[in-house]
T-cell receptor, first 115, second 116 residues
Framework: ETGVTQTPRHLVMGMTNKKSLKCEQH?????MYWYKQSAKKPLELMFV???????ENNSVPSRFSPECPNSSHLFLHLHTLQPEDSALYLC??????????????FGPGTRLTVT | AQSVTQLDSQVPVFEEAPVELRCNYS??????LFWYVQYPNQGLQLLLK??????LVKGINGFEAEFNKSQTSFHLRKPSVHISDTAEYFC??????????????FGKGTKLTVNP
């Protein structure tokens, strides 16, 4: 595997379910990100991790819970979601996340539908 | 707060025609600017970026963009498009958060459709 991978690619869950999204980067980067892409809205940054520490939480509801066990893996744990949480969830990574105009490398996303 | 405005949500063009996708940003400080492309069912891929230096930036797939500080614009251009350029294009500006990390603020995107 190369680049940034995400699993599953598609997920349908009920509002009472608990599920997790997984992201893995094979680029040796130290920073990882979760973004939400909804129809007709700009991409929204949700969380930033740098060296496995959460450095940004962009006012995301607590029903979204991130986890970064090491610099290569990032999870997004989901519970009691709402239908408006249906969206494409994108994971990205960058070298350090510390500024300087770093390129972010994106995974293909997980298409989440909440029923 | 820094923001990005993409003036056109959809741009239809014919194959081999030139195209310009417009992007304006608001920022009171030096900026780093990016254009990303998203093909159907895929993540975002970097087309090009402006950090400093020459205001004309060349990217992949024949795209280029010009940074214009006085007009706070970073328009994307291609002199002759192909069917395969059909995708959604996102302009973004890099900002530093209160936590000291770097994040991208994106525009809403422009869907480019190239017709035969």
């Amino acid at each position: 595997e190369t680049g940034v991978t995400q699993t599953p690619r598609h997920l349908v869950m009920g509002m009472t379910n608990k599920k997790s999204l997984k992201c893995e980067q094979h680029l040796g980067h130290n920073a990882m990100y979760w973004y939400k892409q909804s129809a007709k809205k700009p991409l929204e940054l949700m969380f930033v991790y740098s060296l496995e520490e959460r450095v940004e939480n962009n006012s995301v509801p607590s029903r979204f819970s991130p986890e970064c066990p090491n610099s290569s893996h990032l999870f997004l744990h989901l519970h009691t979601l709402q239908p408006e949480d249906s969206a494409l969830y994108l994971c990205a990574s960058s070298q350090d996340g510390a500024g300087g105009g770093e390129e972010q490398y994106f995974g293909p996303g997980t298409r989440l539908t909440v029923t | 707060a820094q923001s990005v405005t993409q003036l056109d949500s959809q741009v239809p063009v014919f194959e081999e025609a030139p195209v310009e996708l417009r992007c304006n940003y608001s920022s009171s400080v030096s900026v780093y600017l990016f254009w990303y492309v998203q093909y159907p069912n895929q993540g975002l891929q970097l087309l090009l970026k402006y950090l400093s230096g020459s205001t004309l930036v060349k990217g992949i797939n024949g795209f280029e963009a010009e940074f214009n500080k006085s007009q706070t614009s970073f328009h994307l251009r291609k002199p002759s498009v192909h069917i395969s350029d059909t995708a959604e294009y996102f302009c973004a500006v890099s900002v530093l958060t209160q936590g000291g990390s770097e994040k991208l603020v994106f525009g809403k995107g422009t869907k480019l459709t190239v017709n035969p």
